[in-house]
């Protein structure tokens, strides 16, 4: 029988993508943490298994709606929510926001709704100032950077980002057990940060 409980564990850090949302003028650049619907896709298969749910779009009013099917105790159980567009592909966007969307009404990646505001201080190089705003330079790889993170009972506690250099970028909250203590310590720098 499947535990729809599942559904709501946290995601792996490995699962989650991060992205700049914002740079201002200190040149402080403000992290957004997010889930590709892919993400949404592998754990629906993990937990309620291929051929059991389903995914349907409809149109309402000029907005893209996405519902998930979940087939539990002999009925399908639907949950929806409407997507916003992207920057690059409008359809494409809304579709999968609206799917991610309703992968979050299932319990899919709750969790980065508790996240912390993820502020870094930018160096020099990594800022390019455009028309008066800043922007991230070719020198920021943020896609290189390592993040851990560590929840109790569902919730995030500690969360630490090191960039492609070595260096750690962020550290919030306290790491409080370990799966691989000597792994993290070679890792990350973090007992230079508490």
Known sequence: MMDLKKLK??????????????????????ILAYKDAR????????VIGQGMWQRDHKE??????????????????WKWDAG?????????????????????????????????????????????EYNGKFKASFNLKLKEWKWISQFTDGKINALAAQDNNGKTRFNWGKFTKWDNLDLLIKTFDLYEQN
């Not at 993400?39 to 993990?46: E, F, I, K």
């Not at 009013?61 to 009925?75: P, Q, S």
């Not at 992207?86 to 996240?115: P, V």
């Open 9 to 30: 564990e946290p995601l792996k850090i490995s699962d989650i993508d991060f992205r700049i949302q914002s740079i201002n003028k200190g040149k402080y650049a403000t």
């Open 39 to 46: 993400v949404d896709m592998n754990r629906l298969d993990a």
């Open 60 to 77: 309402v009013k000029g907005v893209v709606y996405c519902g998930i099917g979940i087939w539990f105790e002999g009925a399908l159980i």
């Open 84 to 128: 916003t567009e992207s920057m690059a592909e409008k359809q494409k966007g809304e579709a999968s926001d609206s799917f991610k969307r309703a992968g979050f009404n299932w319990g899919i990646g709750r969790e980065l709704y508790d996240y912390p505001i993820i502020s870094i201080k930018l160096f020099d190089n990594e800022v390019t």
